[in-house]
């Protein structure tokens, strides 16, 4: 279910507004989220009751911080009391964005995480599409708007692999144990036999998948085949003897 999101920002600063829904706008193409300020209202609506709605059913209000807003009473006494009595009651996070240069510290938006990373200002950037995408990129990772990160191939031909060579050795020992009739040392034969085997299939894997650089890691796989070859040697010293007739 998409997230609302309330903008709370002086229209002096709407220039800045668009470009940041610009950079939310692929969010919202993936339905993870649904964006709402003042002028979605249509004529004819009673833009206050309207606006109370939307701040009433927002799970995000984003407070654009700036001389302007921290001046409107509208934006700063009804709007962001609003947002911070809700956000008190758990109800909705609000995330100040400080845009330009104002004193904001103090209460109540001094409690609060404010946005871009470090509290850098927005126009203090030297490129403002790169302080935006911050922004974006704080908000799609404080809310998981980004999805679960994908398994890579890679850790996926590392598990496989792993549990290729250990099932593998395991039954090529429990086999010999279970028999009790061959000579020892194939212990140590079965083990490196699937190690071999499950060896070759992993590589086949890697290169299926074009993961050529997972080859010059494989090195480390080779001390999983110790503990067999060191259960093998001991089984061939202490094992039972077979007579020959």
């Known amino acids: 279910m998409p997230i609302n999101i309330f903008f709370c920002y002086a229209h002096e600063d709407e220039d800045l507004l668009n470009k940041l829904k610009s950079h939310l706008k692929p969010l919202q193409r993936e339905g993870f989220i649904n964006m709402w300020n003042d002028r979605d209202i249509s004529a004819g609506e009673e833009w206050e009751q309207k606006i109370s709605i939307y701040l009433n059913k927002a799970q995000i209000i984003l407070l654009l911080v700036s001389p302007d807003f921290m001046n409107s009473e509208y934006c700063y006494s009804v709007e962001m009391e609003r947002a911070i009595e809700r956000h008190k009651r758990g109800k909705v996070r609000v995330i100040p964005i400080i845009l330009r240069p104002v004193y904001w510290q103090g209460e109540p938006l001094g409690k609060l995480q404010a946005l871009p990373t470090d ?44 549990q290729l060579i250990l099932t593998k050795s395991f039954i090529g020992i429990t086999i010999y144990i279970i028999a009790n009739t061959l000579p020892a040392l194939w212990t140590v034969y079965i083990g490196l036999d699937f190690y071999v085997v499950g060896y070759i299939l992993a590589i086949i894997q890697v290169f299926r998948l074009k993961h050529v650089k997972w080859v010059e890691e494989k090195s480390e796989y080779a001390i999983l085949i110790l503990p067999f070859l060191f259960f093998g040697i001991l089984y061939a010293i202490f094992s039972p003897k077979v007579e020959e007739n």
């Open 119 to 162: 509290v850098k200002l927005v126009t203090s950037w030297h490129d403002i599409d790169e302080a935006l995408l911050n922004v974006t990129e704080e908000i799609g990772a404080g809310y998981s708007l980004f999805g679960p990160k994908k398994k890579s191939y890679l850790s996926i031909t590392q598990t496989a692999f792993r």
